[in-house]
T-cell receptor, first 114, second 112 residues
Framework: EAEVAQSPRYKITEKSQAVAFWCDPI?????LYWYRQILGQGPELLVQ????????DSQLPKDRFSAERLKGVDSTLKIQPAELGDSAMYLC????????????FGPGTRLTVT | GQQLNQSPQSMFIQEGEDVSMNCTSS?????WLWYKQDPGEGPVLLIA?????ELTSNGRLTAQFGITRKDSFLNISASIPSDVGIYFC????????????FGTGTRLTIIP
């Protein structure tokens, strides 16, 4: 069964350092999402891509976060500089072409900022 | 922003018991999704609901899209140990608003 791949699974970094996460969506899924999930809460959308274009980045803290999906396939989310409050699970999801109503999530990257 | 309130927040049940949880909002949602999340993993889609009143099953799981479109329910019959986890409801507010809003989660624990 096709799955969303993410790496790394765990990342520990010191504050003020740069960190990057990678996501490979399910093959053929045109829409890709990055979510942040704070412990004990549901995921919250950071950015949504349709192919290589950003559809919604209204909740992305653009002073320190950036996201790209250059060829419309895999994607990278970067934080620079990392802050203590960025400690969270970063989840990538994708949905089939033609519908955003079923989103399939990857295993996530657990980020700890010290 | 919009909130989906789930209840109960946590449940402690014995294996074999049936489970019921719900999700409510003050706003109308046009699509409801139910996810299960294991510790340290991403949410897994269980059931998707698209029409008011719709009742959909996936094995021992049954979910319903409330008639008012402001709520949804998930039932698990004859619980087993692998049902342990956090269950999230999620929904889309309006046609054209394609941001998925997640609930606060219900944590299910099975007592041996």
């Amino acid at each position: 069964e096709a799955e969303v791949a993410q790496s790394p699974r765990y990342k520990i970094t010191e504050k003020s350092q740069a960190v990057a996460f990678w996501c490979d969506p399910i093959s053929g899924h045109a829409t890709l999402y990055w979510y942040r999930q704070i412990l004990g809460q549901g995921p919250e959308l950071l950015v949504q891509f349709q192919d290589e274009s950003v559809v919604d980045d209204s909740q992305l803290p653009k002073d320190r976060f950036s996201a790209e999906r250059l060829k419309g396939v895999d994607s990278t989310l970067k934080i620079q500089p990392a802050e203590l409050g960025d400690s969270a699970m970063y989840l990538c999801a994708s949905s089939p072409t033609g519908t955003q109503y079923e989103q399939y999530f990857g295993p996530g990257t657990r980020l700890t900022v010290t | 922003g919009q909130q989906l309130n789930q209840s109960p927040q946590s449940m402690f049940i014995q294996e074999g018991e049936d489970v019921s949880m719900n999700c409510t909002s003050s706003s109308i949602f046009n699509t409801w999704l139910w996810y299960k999340q294991d510790p340290g993993e991403g949410p897994v889609l269980l059931i998707a609901l698209y029409k008011a009143g719709e009742l959909t099953s996936n094995g021992r799981l049954t979910a319903q899209f409330g008639i008012t479109r402001k709520d949804s329910f998930l039932n698990i019959s004859a619980s087993i140990p692998s049902d342990v986890g956090i269950y999230f409801c999620a929904g889309f507010l309006n046609f054209g608003n394609e941001k998925l809003t997640f609930g606060t989660g219900t944590r299910l624990t099975i007592i041996p």
